[in-house]
């Protein structure tokens, strides 16, 4: 019985997992953190400059995108899945400027989408979804 109760429990949360697109920020720019639920809730979390900004509390700002937009964003994670097995692009970076802009599913995380897609399908989907997503919670 206690088998059937974990098996239950594990397959709720893994029903339950969130794809996150984050920005692993910079010295020169904070990083940020969008969790995005099936239901197109939508949570962005701000995280401090990488070395700097310590002790100040984050930002959360909540947001509903639309349903269209995180059926996409899902579909396009599944579709891609395991993120960590599509080509990680390479492209020169600042090591003060440069920051990294992944999907996560879970414990699976693309590479770094800031690099381009190499003409990848499964990578443009997911490009275009995270900039659709961080579009609404920084339209700048």
Known sequence: MKTV??????????FAQSVAVVNSGSTN???????????GQAE???????????GQAPVT???TISKSLADSLYADVKAASPLASLPPQSCMK?????SRLTVEFGDDVSPDLSCGDDGTAKMQALIRD????VKIFRPE
């Open 61 to 63: 700002i909540r947001k």
């Open 130 to 133: 995270a900039k659709a997503v």
């Open 29 to 39: 720019a904070a990083g940020f953190r969008i969790v995005v639920e099936k239901s």
């Open 5 to 14: 109760f974990a098996a239950a429990l594990l397959g709720a949360a893994c």
């Open 94 to 98: 600042s090591a003060s400027f440069g």
């Open 44 to 54: 962005y979390t701000s995280k401090p400059r990488r070395g700097l900004d310590k």
